[in-house]
């Protein structure tokens, strides 16, 4: 079956800008996580979603937002861009939540 | 002020060698426990997990054993290969709730 797929792979940002990341799970899993990625930080959680309810949040400014469809998939809006949002962004999928996430391949994004 | 990134752990293994990383925790109430593998590009990828009522559990060249008592998780990697070669990281998941929390990852090197 399919992973995770996140799109778009690569995203190149100004500064003020603000950007949508998209993460389709894989079918049948209701809850999606999303997590940032840096060298500096490791991998920090941001959010999770099941049934289109954000049950845990991370601690990040609210410039990080995300939402749930009802078909699960989900998307991240980082407002305001920094360049310190500099990072991969994963997401993740599970049936429940608190089983073992099956990642997406992440999304590279670049603040210039 | 400067910042500090992480230091990764590295591990350097000759090929055909055995592999052992390692793992602490500091929260009694972890319950579940996963290894990753992340390679250069790609998200992390499920390799193998453990519940709290367990100590030993195998898989296919891979290990992973727990040590509640001081709080350690290690993954044994057997006749370690080229491919192997990736940055581990461990997770564990509190009172099976609904968010993992990763380690700072241990970068393996596999020499042919």
């Known amino acids: 079956k399919a992973g995770v797929t996140q799109t778009p792979r690569y995203l190149i940002k100004t500064r003020g800008q603000q950007v949508t990341l998209s993460c389709s799970p894989i079918s049948g899993h209701r809850s999606v996580s999303w997590y940032q990625q840096t060298p500096g930080q490791g991998l920090q959680f941001l959010f999770e979603?099941?049934?289109?309810?954000?049950?845990n949040k991370g601690n990040f400014p609210g410039r990080f937002s995300g939402r749930q469809f009802s078909n699960s998939r989900s998307e991240m809006n980082v407002s305001t861009l920094e360049l310190g949002d500099s990072a991969l962004y994963l997401c993740?999928?599970?049936?429940?939540?608190?089983?073992?996430?099956?990642f997406g391949s992440g999304t590279r994004l670049t603040v210039v | 002020g400067e910042s500090v990134g992480l230091h990764l752990p590295t591990l350097s293994v000759q090929e055909g060698d055995n592999s052992i990383i390692n793992c602490a925790y500091s929260n009694s109430a972890s319950d579940y426990f996963i290894w990753y593998k992340q390679e250069s590009g790609k998200g992390p990828q499920f390799i193998i997990d453990i519940r709290s009522n367990m100590d030993k559990r195998q898989g296919q060249r891979v290990t992973v054993l727990l040590n509640k008592t001081v709080k350690h998780l290690s993954l044994q990697i057997a006749a370690t290969q080229p491919g192997d070669s990736a940055v581990y990281f461990c997770a564990e998941n509190i009172n099976s709730g609904n968010q993992f929390y990763f380690g700072t990852g241990t970068s393996l090197t596999v020499i042919p």
């Open positions: 979603y099941f049934s289109e309810t954000q049950r």
């Open positions: 993740a999928s599970t049936t429940t939540g608190t089983d073992g996430y099956t």
